[in-house]
């Protein structure tokens, strides 16, 4: 006999139905990413509908509680009828909607919400302004409503829902089918893993997702506790371990308490003090510029700059956020695994640049074109060196473009020129750090400066970031504190990090620049590096005799030990010797062979584990967290 239980297949079925299809489709989007064999679309299609059967449960446990408590006589009221049908279009709804937000998800950053959704639930002015401003949202509504309407229509014309009105359950009956809705979100909320692995393609992992299911796992996994989730060492091992790996031949450690990572740092030349000016550029990725062998002419400036300066073309970022280019060169620390150390509450006072500069008796200032706020930027800055100077500190003349994520960068230039003047007129050397917002969706930029019309897609916004860049160099050599100043051009982080390997090296590459043609000779560096090696690196140019509590080195010198550090909230990898080590959550490692065959071409293949490597890494980012969690790593 019909009952009203018949209501939660019929839910469940056009969960799984609108899932798969979003699945297919974005399959569709990028077919040359895909392993295409019978096999693996088996698991995709799969795994894919368990995960939307888990992430449908928690739905179908609440509907089913409705069903609980509404009593027999009145199941087949017109109260009933109406919250019913408002459930099934309401859930139609969400569907498609979340179907259309996942293909434009993945189309920006090739994988289903992760810990980026997260982000923009937070940030919700910068996320809905940026939605706004890159896409139609009246048609794209407009295309949700209508394919709803289908929906619905075909489910009122065929009775799929109107026939389970008819119900003669009892509430004990009621109550054990209730319990058992309920047992299943349980049950998988504690047993199921966050992210599914079905091949050694990650495209294929991202698609046996479920969207809903992984973006709360993303929120739930926000922070993460390293000896709780993540392999470990006993804490003097793997702090003697650290003291070898930071020991240098220009260092020497201050005391012999091995929680204690201060060294003194001695340089034989004569120490500099020039004015210096970093530019971390949004979403720079290596593969963009010229002399990295591009050929769409995106970045003139930068390649001329490339040649005229100290070139390190063989550097990675520590991760995917601007956050961890701000952590990894701010801070010098390979990145923690959750939230990174610039958006967590507990940031203040830590050693990081900014103090090693107002030390030196600098005036630092943090150049923004954003409202800082935004990922704690102006907590962060402020509390660790910085003046902060954001986008409510430009005057209506100084502002005369921008979007929802910032000024553009012309105006954030011209700022940091009148900022370095008065320091200069006040006799002050300067330490001014930009952050670039013209490189970021919806990419739109000031007319007339170059040959691609603003709006149109990521190569524009990369070539008007050059043109900025070139620009604000050229206004610099009119200057008088021109020739006593060093400017540093770095990424924040790749534009995108998806790849087939779990952590595609390729997808971390950027370039370090350090241009200042009266101080530093031009000469191009391969040596593999880490964005933590920036300041450190930087500051050994200069000569500087400091204390260091950095995990960054110096890249030119002869005793330098080549590694990539770089990860993502929860997977965290160490590149060394032609072997990516990776650590992840259930103490789980893992470590490939990788074959390089050209600058952005990576093979990976399974490797035996190496006992060095894998101590190295669990040293790496074990003592990241020991320090940072027991405020080791202070000024």
């Known amino acids: ?25 974005l399959i569709l989007q990028t077919p040359d990413k895909i392993d295409f064999n019978l096999i693996e679309l088996l698991k995709i299609f799969t795994v894919g509908s368990f995960y939307d059967l888990v992430a449908i449960s928690y739905l179908v446990a609440f509907f089913a509680f409705y069903l609980l408590i ?54 919700t002015h910068e996320v809905i302004g940026n939605i706004k401003e890159s896409y139609p949202l009246g048609k794209l509504f407009t295309a949700i409503f209508i394919i709803s309407f289908i929906v619905m229509t075909i489910v009122i014309k065929y009775n799929l829902i109107g026939r389970y009105f008819i ?24 047993v199921i893993p966050s992210n599914p692995t079905i091949s050694q ?29 993540y392999i470990s060492l006993p804490k003097e091992e793997m702090l003697g371990n650290l003291r070898a790996i930071l020991k240098t031949n220009d260092s020497q450690f201050i005391d012999q308490n091995l929680s204690n990572i201060t060294r003194n740092i ?59 280019g701000m952590e990894a060169v701010t801070l010098s620390v390979p990145p923690t695994p959750g939230s990174s150390m610039v958006k967590r509450p507990d940031s203040a006072d830590m050693f990081s640049a900014g103090f090693v500069f107002a030390n030196q008796g600098y005036e630092n200032h943090f150049i923004y074109g954003g409202y800082g706020y935004f990922d704690n930027m102006n907590a962060f800055f402020g509390s660790n060196g910085f003046t902060v100077v954001d986008r409510n500190s430009f005057t209506k003349e100084e502002s005369t473009y921008g979007n929802v994520w910032g000024l553009c960068d012309g105006d954030v230039f011209d700022k940091t020129l009148k900022i370095a003047d008065n320091s200069y007129n006040n006799k002050k050397p300067f330490f001014n750090y930009i952050m670039t917002t013209s490189n970021h969706r919806p990419f739109t930029y000031p007319d007339g400066k170059i040959d691609i019309p603003s709006k149109t897609g990521r190569e524009g916004a990369v070539k008007y970031t050059d043109y900025a860049i070139g620009d604000f160099i050229n206004k610099a050599k009119t200057k008088p504190w021109f020739k006593n100043t060093v400017f540093v051009i ?62 960054g080195q110096n890249i030119l010198a002869s005793d330098f030990q080549e590694r990539a550090i770089f990860g993502t909230y929860q997977k965290l990898g160490y590149f060394k010797d032609n072997h990516l080590s990776i650590i992840e959550p259930q103490n789980k490692y893992s470590e490939f062979e990788v074959n390089q065959k050209s600058q952005f071409d990576f093979d990976y293949k399974e490797s035996p584990t190496i006992e060095k490597h894998k101590i190295d890494i669990i040293t790496a980012y074990q003592s990241a967290s020991y320090l940072y969690d027991n405020k080791l790593n202070r000024k």
């Open 167 to 190: 119900d003669d359950t009892k509430f004990s009956q009621r109550l054990k089918v209730f319990l058992f809705t309920l047992a299943i979100p349980i049950i998988t909320f504690f």
């Open 490 to 551: 770095v990424a924040d982080h790749c534009a995108n990090s998806a790849g087939k390997s779990e952590l595609p090296i390729e997808k971390y590459k950027i370039p370090l620049i350090i241009y200042a043609p009266d101080i530093i000779k031009p000469q191009i560096i391969s040596k593999m590096a880490s964005q933590i090696d920036t300041i450190p690196t930087l500051l050994a140019n200069l000569n500087w005799n400091y204390q260091s509590k950095f995990y």
């Open 266 to 324: 001695t340089s034989k030349g004569e120490e500099l003090k020039p004015n210096v000016i970093l530019i971390m550029v949004e979403s720079l990725s290596a593969e963009f510029l010229g002399t990295y062998g591009n050929t769409q002419n995106l970045t003139p400036n930068l390649d001329k700059l490339a040649k005229e300066s100290l070139f390190f073309n063989n550097l990675y970022a520590s991760g995917t956020r601007t956050v961890r």
């Open 70 to 123: 509404i009593p027999q006589k009145y199941f087949a009221s017109l109260f009933n009828k109406i919250v019913v049908y408002l459930v099934f279009t309401s859930a139609t709804i969400g569907l498609i909607f979340n179907g259309f937000s996942e293909w434009f998800f993945w189309e920006e950053f090739k994988v289903k919400f992760n810990f980026i959704a997260v982000d923009y639930l937070v940030y």
């Open 1 to 25: 006999m019909k009952n009203r239980y018949g209501l939660l297949w019929i839910f469940t079925v056009l969960s799984v139905i609108v899932s798969n299809t979003t699945r297919i489709s």
């Open 201 to 229: 393609n990650q495209y294929n992992n991202e698609l046996a997702k479920n969207g809903y299911y992984s973006l709360f796992s993303a929120f739930r996994n926000n922070k993460l506790n390293y000896n709780k989730f």
